[in-house]
């Protein structure tokens, strides 16, 4: 029994994985901050767009933010997206006989790419900059963490598109 329900957690396990519609990491470059950076992809209007979901407590993107990508080649792509609605969530915990309010700001942006920028993501990413504000974010990667994942879903999407 224990064998059966070993395998179809595996099975369940291996069919998330292969339907997986965006790729997180978490990075704190200070001990007490840190954000959520989410990325997916969004066909719209015929178009493909890189979707980035940055949750934290404070930072959120400029009316017109810009997306720096370095991959492992390299190579540098500079793409210029627009801000849409961020969201918020409060909530909060007790401490004691004290309420501590805890808010989560999800700021979003979206960045058209083309085609011919489609391959860029081939070799993978290894760094990343977003302008967020009041601090520019900005991540830098030992191994493609973010590259593959995205490099995929433009594929498949532009293919789906092109099908359309």
């Known amino acids: 029994m224990k064998k059966l329900v ?11 994985c292969g339907t997986q519609k965006q790729i997180s990491y978490i990075h704190r470059p200070l001990a007490a901050e840190g954000c959520t ?8 209007n015929g178009s493909l767009n890189i979707v980035t979901t940055v949750k934290s407590d404070r930072l959120m ?6 997306l ?22 409060t909530s909060g915990v007790m401490s004691g006989s004290i309420f501590i309010p805890i808010s989560e700001v999800s ?7 083309s085609e011919q920028d489609i391959s860029f993501f081939k070799s993978g ?3 990343v900059r977003l302008t967020t504000v009041p601090l520019v ?10 590259g593959a994942f995205l490099y995929k879903a433009l594929m498949n999407t532009n293919t789906s598109l092109s099908d359309f």
């Open 6 to 16: 070993l395998l179809i957690s595996s099975i369940l396990l291996l069919v998330s």
């Open 37 to 44: 950076v989410s990325w997916s992809v969004l066909p719209e």
């Open 61 to 66: 993107f400029s009316n017109s933010p810009v």
């Open 68 to 89: 720096m990508l370095k991959n492992f080649n390299g190579e540098v792509l500079q793409l210029e997206g627009t801000s849409l609605q961020p969201r918020s969530e």
């Open 107 to 113: 700021a979003i942006a979206q960045f058209p790419i």
């Open 125 to 127: 990413i290894s760094k």
């Open 137 to 146: 974010h900005e991540k830098e990667f030992s191994n493609d963490q973010i």
